[in-house]
């Protein structure tokens, strides 16, 4: 990955944080929302666009009443994260 092939995921402060903490695993939405500080509705509208980029995957269901949105990366949000970060160790490595 060149810096002009960025993905429009990584271009977003917050739909970055997203990737990266899930990265670790599936997260929820509310513990989302904890870690990267966001509104539920700006939180809502980015999750939208990394599932349409087809980075993340949404698993939804109904726990008693209260709905329930668990997200994850898909192989494809993985594989491109990790050319994120390897495309910046090597520019702050100098090798860019």
Not at 80 to 85: D, G, I, T
């Given at each position: 990955m060149e810096l002009h092939e960025i993905p429009s995921a990584f271009q977003s402060r917050l739909r970055l944080a997203v990737?990266?903490?899930?990265?670790?695993?599936?997260?929820?939405?509310?513990?989302?929302?904890?870690?990267?500080e966001a509104t539920p509705g700006n939180l809502g509208k980015q999750m939208e666009l990394l599932e349409a980029d087809g980075f993340i995957s949404c698993h939804r269901e109904l726990l008693g009443r209260r709905p329930r949105s668990t997200y994850q990366l898909t192989e494809t949000g993985r594989k491109?994260?990790?050319?994120?970060?390897r495309m910046l160790e090597r520019i702050v490595g100098g090798e860019a």
């Open positions: 990737v990266a903490a899930l990265m670790t695993g599936p997260k929820d939405f509310t513990t989302l929302t904890k870690l990267t491109s994260f990790l050319a994120y970060v």
